[in-house]
């Protein structure tokens, strides 16, 4: 309901704003916020432990006037694509199962989870474009990674995987982040059809932070730098915000 009402804001902002922006041929100023979605393969240590991320999140940012784009970039990582195996194997019984409190088969759940933020410095490029202010969009950043595995068991009570016992499964990880996209963003003259969309990159350079893996008690936690890389593409829907034009005021 929460991401529904995000939406209706936004849409609300733009049917706002289409009565202020008619630029022509014209490079404004302007800020820009944005809704968005990704799609990512993992890639080198991130790809040994998950596959295909979604990506949801936002943009906030100011576009100059020589099409600089200057702003803040964040997304929510979520997947169920979970290539570590044997996690659990400790913790089933002879017949190879695990039971919850109650002795009844436990069903256990497994997601991939976590986030970036980022600071991003852009230039929008008005070739191939209806207007001075749409075209190819590029942009790069660094910023915050973090991410773990996710473990639900539903209802059920299992005691091994409860509360703190959980951070000895999780795989807890963050680091420093970068990114790149490249793209196309259109503006348009007036009207609601303003996206954005291309491919996109990062490479986070993290740290496993917890002390033990349950999974492997007689291993030490690896403490060297990871390279976690996500590949994939992104779209978004973007409500420039203009300036009114000032009214015309006539006095006889």
Same mark, same amino acid.
């Not at 100023?29 to 596959?51: C, E, F, H, M």
């Not at 993290?206 to 030490?220: A, G, H, K, L, V």
């Given at each position: 309901?929460?991401?529904?009402?995000?939406?209706?804001?936004?849409?609300?902002?733009?049917?706002?704003?289409w009565?202020?922006?008619?630029?022509?041929?014209?490079?404004?100023?302007?800020?820009?916020v944005?809704?968005?979605?990704? =799609? $990512?393969?993992?890639?080198?240590?991130?790809?040994?432990?998950? +596959?295909? !991320?979604?990506? &949801?999140?936002?943009?906030? #940012?100011?576009?100059t006037?020589?099409?600089?784009?200057?702003?803040l970039? =964040? $997304?929510?990582?979520?997947?169920?694509?979970?290539?570590?195996? +044997?996690? !659990?194997?400790? &913790?089933?019984?002879s017949? #190879?199962?695990?039971?919850?409190?109650?002795?009844?088969?436990?069903?256990i759940?497994?997601?991939?989870?976590?986030?970036?933020?980022?600071?991003?410095?852009?230039?929008?490029?008005?070739?191939?474009?209806?207007?001075?202010?749409?075209?190819i969009?590029?942009?790069?950043?660094?910023?915050?990674?973090?991410?773990?595995?996710?473990?639900?068991?539903?209802?059920?009570?299992?005691?091994?995987?409860?509360?703190?016992?959980?951070?000895?499964?999780?795989?807890?990880?963050?680091?420093?982040?970068?990114?790149?996209?490249?793209?196309?963003?259109?503006?348009?003259?007036?009207?609601?059809?303003?996206?954005?969309?291309?491919?996109?990159?990062?490479?986070g350079?993290?740290?496993?932070?917890?002390?033990?893996?349950?999974?492997?008690?007689?291993?030490?936690?690896?403490?060297?730098?990871?390279?976690?890389?996500?590949?994939?593409?992104?779209?978004?829907?973007?409500?420039?915000?203009?300036?009114?034009?000032?009214?015309?005021?006539?006095?006889?």
């Amino acid at each position: 309901m929460k991401i529904y009402f995000c939406l209706f804001i936004a849409f609300s902002l733009q049917v706002t704003v289409w009565s202020q922006r008619k630029f022509g041929d014209s490079i404004i100023g302007t800020p820009w916020v944005g809704i968005q979605y990704g =799609g $990512n393969w993992s890639k080198a240590d991130l790809g040994d432990r998950y +596959g295909f !991320f979604n990506h &949801l999140g936002m943009m906030a #940012g100011y576009k100059t006037k020589r099409n600089w784009v200057y702003g803040l970039d =964040g $997304n929510f990582m979520f997947g169920s694509q979970i290539r570590m195996e +044997g996690l !659990f194997d400790g &913790l089933k019984d002879s017949y #190879g199962n695990i039971t919850d409190v109650n002795g009844d088969i436990a069903n256990i759940l497994l997601f991939s989870r976590g986030f970036n933020v980022n600071l991003m410095i852009g230039k929008v490029f008005p070739v191939f474009s209806l207007n001075e202010n749409s075209g190819i969009y590029i942009h790069g950043g660094v910023g915050y990674l973090q991410h773990k595995l996710r473990i639900e068991s539903n209802d059920q009570v299992i005691p091994s995987l409860e509360l703190d016992y959980k951070k000895g499964y999780d795989r807890f990880t963050s680091g420093i982040n970068f990114h790149q996209f490249v793209g196309y963003a259109f503006l348009a003259n007036q009207g609601i059809v303003n996206f954005y969309g291309g491919f996109y990159a990062q490479q986070g350079l993290t740290y496993n932070r917890r002390e033990i893996f349950f999974d492997r008690p007689d291993e030490e936690v690896p403490k060297g730098q990871r390279l976690d890389v996500q590949i994939g593409f992104k779209l978004g829907w973007f409500i420039p915000v203009y300036q009114r034009k000032p009214k015309d005021y006539y006095f006889d």
